[in-house]
T-cell receptor, first 114, second 111 residues
Framework: DGGITQSPKYLFRKEGQNVTLSCEQN?????MYWYRQDPGQGLRLIYY???????QKGDIAEGYSVSREKKESFPLTVTSAQKNPTAFYLC?????????????FGEGSRLTVL | GDSVTQMEGPVTLSEEAFLTINCTYT??????LFWYVQYPGEGLQLLLK?????DKGSNKGFEATYRKETTSFHLEKGSVQVSDSAVYFC??????????FGAGTQVVVTP
């Protein structure tokens, strides 16, 4: 079945370590997004990519990095520079132009910094 | 700038009660409006949408009408079930066409 797969579902890391969250989609979507969700808050956009080899910063890009080498894949690296990385991370994609608004989401990855 | 405000939760209801979740937004132009639902431990799913004024989106017994004059998109369901317990997000598109999410409203339905 088509969809978006995020891995791992749960991840623990020590302070000072970089971690990479995987996001793969087989929906043939052009645009992909990374959001961060904190308890009691809405989703905040970290990075997004509309085409391969191109991406833009969202509202809270500091301490994060991404790549878009393949249409299907949009990994997110949480670097040691991110001051408060413990959160729920959601990857999403859309098939049309960015302004359709209809996003398809993965199941999320929960990162805990020990 | 653009913003979205939705009522705070948690909203606790008994089964078969009427549910309303208010959502208002500020935006330039003519945004598209969406409601997403998040069940525990999962990602978000599109619940319904409306793309122009006076449109009514509906799905699974939920409805919301695009009210441009009041810049609102309130979500309603006439008779909730325990399975409707989730977090609901109002999400208009911003000036650049990207979704902006409200803080979410947790709904708890008790038997």
């Amino acid at each position: 079945d088509g969809g978006i797969t995020q891995s791992p579902k749960y991840l623990f890391r020590k302070e000072g370590q970089n971690v990479t969250l995987s996001c793969e989609q087989n929906l043939n979507h052009d645009a992909m997004y990374w959001y961060r969700q904190d308890p009691g808050q809405g989703l905040r956009l970290i990075y997004y990519s509309q085409i391969v080899n191109d991406f833009q910063k969202g509202d809270i890009a500091e301490g994060y990095s991404v790549s878009r080498e393949k249409k299907e894949s949009f990994p997110l690296t949480v670097t040691s520079a991110q001051k408060n990385p413990t959160a729920f991370y959601l990857c999403a994609s859309t098939g049309g132009w960015v302004n359709t608004g209809e996003l398809f989401f993965g199941e999320g990855s929960r990162l805990t910094v020990l | 700038g653009d913003s979205v405000t939705q009522m705070e939760g948690p909203v606790t209801l008994s089964e078969e009660a009427f549910l309303t979740i208010n959502c208002t937004y500020t935006a330039t132009g003519y945004p598209s409006l969406f409601w997403y639902v998040q069940y525990p431990g999962e990602g978000l799913q599109l619940l319904l949408k409306a793309t122009k004024a006076d449109d009514k989106g509906s799905n699974k017994g939920f409805e919301a009408t695009y009210r441009k004059e009041t810049t609102s998109f309130h979500l309603e369901k006439g008779s909730v079930q325990v399975s409707d317990s989730a977090v609901y997000f109002c999400a208009p598109t911003d000036s650049w066409g990207k979704l902006q999410f409200g803080a979410g409203t947790q709904v708890v339905v008790t038997p």
